[in-house]
């Protein structure tokens, strides 16, 4: 099963756009892609999601290129309680023949600093 | 606005024991999902539910046993624990016309220590 991957980390300033690139091969047909910010302890939190082009919301856009192969997230303006790890989810195919796996990125640790 | 609530928060079990997780989605939500996450790892998919039938299944081990009731709340139980059991285990349920794994809200989480 092919791996959903992502940077482990970045570190961005105050003020910046980040963008978080994940690569997700395997990704099914017909899933859609979705983003979440994860704190330490706490369950992942719904950023944004999409199925292909770009997506904006009052809080990031995401932009997927017409192979679907990877997904890239975009925090504009960054501040820092921004700082937490990021995480893709997709389906992913599985060799196996059944339906497909929900699958988490390998997650990208944000530090945002002053 | 109410929110998925996942009890116990903390379980502390022995070796070999059970333990059952329990987990209330939003009300009105029909889907209902369970997740794995060792320290400092992502979350791993176990399965999910949708309309009290399994929709998905993950990475969980046949000791493991999930269902969802007729009032959408699900449980999940661990028999025969081990050690690399420990974990937080998080659910998380999407509304109904969402598609399977797409905008879910996450739980609190349960965090399951092994001795």
């Known amino acids: 099963l092919a791996k959903t991957t992502q940077p482990i980390s970045m570190d961005s300033y105050e003020g910046q756009e980040v963008n978080i690139t994940c690569s997700h091969n395997n990704i099914a047909t017909n899933d859609y892609i979705t983003w979440y910010q994860q704190f330490p302890s706490q369950g992942p939190r719904f950023i944004i999601q999409g199925y292909k082009t770009k997506v904006t919301n009052e809080v990031a856009s995401l932009f997927i290129p017409a192979d679907r192969k990877s997904s890239t997230l975009s925090l504009p303006r960054v501040s820092l309680s921004d700082t937490a790890v990021y995480y893709c989810l997709v389906g992913v195919e599985i060799s196996s023949g059944s339906a497909r796996q929900l699958t988490f990125g390998s997650g990208t640790q944000l530090t945002v600093l002053p | ?115």
């Open chain 2, 1 to 115: 606005a109410a929110g998925v609530i996942q009890s116990p928060r903390h379980l502390i079990k022995e070796k070999r024991e059970t333990a059952t997780l329990k987990c209330y989605p939003i009300p009105r939500h029909d889907t209902v999902y369970w997740y794995q996450q060792g320290p400092g790892q992502d979350p791993q998919f176990l399965i999910s539910f949708y309309e009290k039938m399994q929709s998905d299944k993950g990475s969980i081990p046949d000791r493991f046993s999930a269902q969802q009731f007729s009032d959408y709340h699900s449980e999940l139980n661990m028999s025969s624990l081990e050690l690399g059991d420990s974990a937080l285990y998080f659910c998380a349920s999407s509304s109904p016309g969402t598609p399977l794994g797409h905008e879910q809200f996450f739980g609190p989480g349960t965090r399951l220590t092994v001795l």
